[in-house]
């Protein structure tokens, strides 16, 4: 089973970054889509951002200008880099794929709907 897990989250200031990884459980070899969803105390979750596997990108109006998703291949991660934060950014953030092959211990491993168990972002001053 392929597994996907996040980290970055934490506290920062209106107008400050966060950068958040998400990791697989092996080395990442193509995926469909992998998105970044958040969701926050009473609200349901919402998608951020997503990066197909030949690099398309798309993001939420809220977020358009202040966040980025990249794919970067030294950390075998996909991160999303946000800027400019705001306190209605605040939430927990997961990263999910639809479809994700990995490479672990000389094997291919290929699994679907795949969601991390987030990470918790607060933006307070």
């Known amino acids: 089973q392929v597994q996907l897990s996040e980290s970055g989250g934490g506290l920062a200031q209106p107008g400050g970054s966060l950068r958040l990884s998400c990791r697989a459980s092996?080395?990442?070899?193509?995926?469909?889509?992998i998105s970044w969803h958040r969701q926050a105390p009473g609200n349901q979750r919402e998608l951020v951002a997503s990066?197909?596997?030949?690099?398309?990108?798309n993001y939420v109006d809220a977020v358009k200008g202040r966040f980025a998703i990249s794919r970067d291949n030294t950390k075998n991660s996909i991160d999303l880099q946000m800027d400019d934060l705001k306190p209605e950014d605040s939430a927990v953030y997961y990263c999910?794929?639809?479809?994700?092959?990995?490479?672990?211990?000389?094997?291919?491993?290929?699994?679907?709907?795949?969601w991390g168990q987030g990470t918790l972002v607060t933006v307070s001053s």
């Open positions: 990066i197909t596997g030949d690099g398309r990108t």
């Open positions: 092996g080395t990442i070899s193509n995926f469909g889509t």
């Open positions: 999910d794929a639809d479809a994700l092959t990995v490479k672990h211990a000389s094997a291919f491993h290929r699994d679907f709907g795949v």
